[in-house]
């Protein structure tokens, strides 16, 4: 062996090497053979040819750290939104070159084979997909840091369309195995709910409480490896499943009750059963509570064992050993449970376990929806988690005893407003002024979010605490939503810029000085259009629409909410269908209007919105009048691996939420990215894209946050742009009629209700005008073409600043205080 090595790749393999260990694990782990196996059979073999080396890495990585004992970020988040990840990984492991040859050789297309594998979908939306890009980040930087959630049976219900109202249908990911995750039984850990607690006196005169539980349930570990870019290391995923405790099973088991001890352990099950569908309702359900202290529990047990393996009892070092992000407040309630642990089993004194806490917990806000605050009813707590509920209490009672009291002296009001519990309308629990005064860090997702957080949100925490709340602009891993997604500008990126790119984003601006060059113009908008023809394909397959990839495809996908608009987007739809009905021969490049989206399945008016986009793309894809000039389509199932198709054959971005309500955004950085040209307004991180892009090459319409609040001071009247705009009155009077629904007036009149009679909460019709004239904008500029390929160009290597790795470097920057360990 040479002494000196050569920078090699993670794992040197070759494509026959690889070849081998495929056919090795069809027949010897699969038991099938190369003549007979299916696709199925062929994407587990090679999950499990690669998980070889992975998991040997995973391995050499916990040693590594355990060796070390660096301080490490537990990333505490209900939702992770993987997707798939045999992809992903290859791509990481600089193996995907080789897995495709290989595959090529045993006959098999990777791109088919990787199709096989279920998404991986324990998430809603946003907060839960970048929790999965920020797991990505962490390890390619080479941080130690675990992500702890759920184990749900079924993630994010799948959706189909009947007659154009969605129907939701249990996802069953794991239906068939899944190869990714180890079972780890010895970290098995114990969560009692339910019951009282008794106060013990002690000879000593001391009191100290011992809460007896009700019930208790079992959380079984499944362990995800997480492979960074270029696998510097291997972290782990923690996902936890319920089943039920041992002593009350087989209690009851013994006594004869083999019936009630199944329908026990069916009880027990269903805490990891499902994931809730709401991405920004809070419903204040048992099961809920009971899943977000369920993880908590058995994640601070996970962090306090790993701790003590270490260190033994010297509590003075855990903060600098341990960092606890919470994703949003839903893990707000490991706070009391850290603290009753250190108070009721290890005996700290509360001061001791307090400061322990406070510098040990970090809370990351997404929203500013009200709706989405987490409240929880004090009655609920008291009979779930009585013992949580004397410590909150407790932790109020300082807090407004000392911390309120010295800076407001005698200031009662201010006393109630800041109360963890709110007593007007129903005693309730306050998670999120739980989460701001337990955390030592706050951040926003985005400079205006942020900004917002703290003038609007919290603004007398922010007068109390100076420092704590912070901005750390969200980003997404280039790796999935570059590299992977799409193939081809990726190697016309390696070609242009070299291969840093994939973690040194920035290097995509060296691109720049090609974007006027019309060879490369040339390029970079046959990429797109190749992109587009595979879309074409997959429009048809799933929803048997014709569209044509010369037309502009103008793409909106995000979870349905009135805030994101789609219903706006639609009134723009509707009023080019009518210029066209009027005029067919109306000069306008031809559209492709594509939506993905969920509805939550107890929000009315998002069906209501679904169910009228899919009946006005019923009429307009069949009206031979307008000459294809216009197309709808809503593709079902939205989902990660859905995404990765539609956004590298953007045109249009639309991100049109109403200013002040998008926290951040993302898609909007991925389809930047990939060259789409943002249509939006003022809003989230639609603003440092336009900042990074400049204005000329980006549409921006609408009112902006100062004018959303000074129109809303005013008194809004959405009558007024009605009456005021003979288009607009249009379009909305055409939802009564039953042009859309035969034989069925009425039907899609809510929509036009919530903008007229209910007030129109959103904005639409103040922004519609807007909304029109930056479309008439979208429509000039794509004439020009090599002035669009340019502004597409500059859009996607002008998104540096939206790695992921750039987030998760802020946040070690100013939240966890990290060093990077990479395996040597
Ligand atoms: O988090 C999203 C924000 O809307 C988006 O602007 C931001 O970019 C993203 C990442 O920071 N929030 C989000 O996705 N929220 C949820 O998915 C969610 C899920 C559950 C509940 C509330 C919100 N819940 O209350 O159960």
Redesign the pocket.
Known sequence: MAATKKQTKPFDLSADNLQQRIVHHLRSTLGTHENKANDKAWWNATCSAINELVFEKLTDTQASHSKQDTRAVNYLS??FLMGRLLSNNLHNLELFGEAEQALKALGKDIYQVCEEEPDMAL????????AACYIDSLATLGYPAIGYGIHYEHGLFRQEFKDGHQIERPDSWREYGNPWEICRPESVQEVPLYGYVESVFEDDGSMRKVWHAGRKLKGVPWDIPIVGYGAKLVNVLRLWESKPGEAFDWDVFNAGGYVDAQSEKAQAETVSKVL?P??????GKEL?LIQQYFFCACSVKDILRRFKRANGNNWDVFADKVAIQLN???PAISVPELMRILIDEEGLTWAKAWDVCRHTFAY?N??L?PE???NWSVSLFERVLPRHLEIIYEINRRFLETEVEAKWPGDDEMKRKLSIIKEDGGRMVRMAYLSVVSSYKVNG??AI?TRLVKKDLFPEFNELYLEKIVNVT?GVTPRRWLKAANPELSALYDKTVGTGWPTQLNLLKDALPKAKDKKFQKEFMAIKHDNKLRLVKEIKALTGVDVSADAIFDIQIK?L?EYKRQQLNLLHILTLYRRLLANPELDMVPRVFIFGAKAAPGYHMAKQIIYAINKVADKVNNDPRIQDKLKVVFMPNYRVSLAEKLIPAADVSEQI?TAG???????NMKLALNGALTIGTLD??NIEIAEEVGDDNIFIFGLNVDQVESIKRQGYNPYDYYYGNAELKAVLDWLDSDFFTPGHPGELSDIKRSLLEWGDQYLCLADYQGYCDAHARIDVAYRDTAKWAEMAIINSACMGKFNSDRSIQDYVDTIWHLKACPLG
């Open positions: 209900l939702e998430g809603n939306g946003g907060l839960g997909r970048l809730y709401n991405d920004s309702t809070e419903q809920r949003d407040t839903h990351t997404h929203t929806l989405a605050l987490e997702v985005a979010h969200n979870r909410h939420s309500l998008e926290a951040s955004g993302t898609g989230g991180a």
